[in-house]
């Protein structure tokens, strides 16, 4: 579906909702420099926040089915950017992990969308922003109030305030990695990729 930028919203309530819609379909589309798309980028910064899961609980952070789950990581461990390690607890099962490459790449598209943002508030005074920021707060919690389960978004919280602070400083010089530590090993392991991920149920 293609939205009309044009559009004039005849309500207040139908101006939040169109300017959200313009917002999001931006964010969610990949930017110049982007090398995952923004279904990547949201399983990414679930493994950031909470460190190695299980298949079955990083589907329930995601919301999302363990079939879907399982293909977005199959897709990020050809890339380089999880891999799967034993589950201290049981030894028949995997848990899913960030790579050191995969945290670069969520901390890059992160801070690319952050100065995004940053750049399509130039000019407004500090007070602007500040009143933007604690109005779209208290948006954001009056939507989770009325469309989430109790604490179902809590991890996101948590873990984006542990990570942001890093985002505020310089990106890190580029350096060359070694990608048969960040592709998940052997690629032989792939045949058996399905299977090792259902077991992480």
Not at 52 to 79: K, P
Not at 159 to 177: D, F, I, N, Y
Request: overall charge negative; proline content about 5%.
């Amino acid at each position: 579906m293609q939205v009309n930028d044009a559009y004039i919203p005849e309500t207040p309530i139908e101006g939040v909702m169109h300017a959200f819609t313009r917002i999001g379909r931006r964010l969610k589309a990949k930017q110049p420099g982007d090398t995952i798309d923004h279904s990547a980028h949201v399983v990414l910064f679930a493994l950031r926040c909470n460190g190695a899961l299980r298949l079955s609980d990083l589907a329930a952070r995601l919301e999302l089915d363990a079939s879907t789950t399982s293909r977005h990581v199959r897709s990020l461990e050809q890339l380089g950017l999880v891999r799967r390690s034993p589950d201290p607890d049981d030894g028949r099962a995997f848990r899913v992990e960030l790579t050191e490459q995969g945290v670069e790449q969520w901390e890059a598209g992160a801070r690319h969308r952050m100065e995004l943002l940053s750049a399509a508030m130039e000019g407004w005074s500090e007070e602007d922003v500040q009143t933007f920021e604690r109005l779209m707060t208290r948006f954001a919690d009056g939507v989770a109030a009325l469309t989430e389960a109790p604490s179902s978004g809590a991890w996101a919280d948590k873990g984006w305030a542990a990570v942001a602070p890093r985002l505020q400083q310089p990106a890190p010089a580029e350096r060359s990695t070694d990608k048969d530590s960040t592709a998940g090993g052997d690629p032989a392991d792939s045949v058996n990729n399905d299977n090792n991920l259902e077991s992480t149920r």
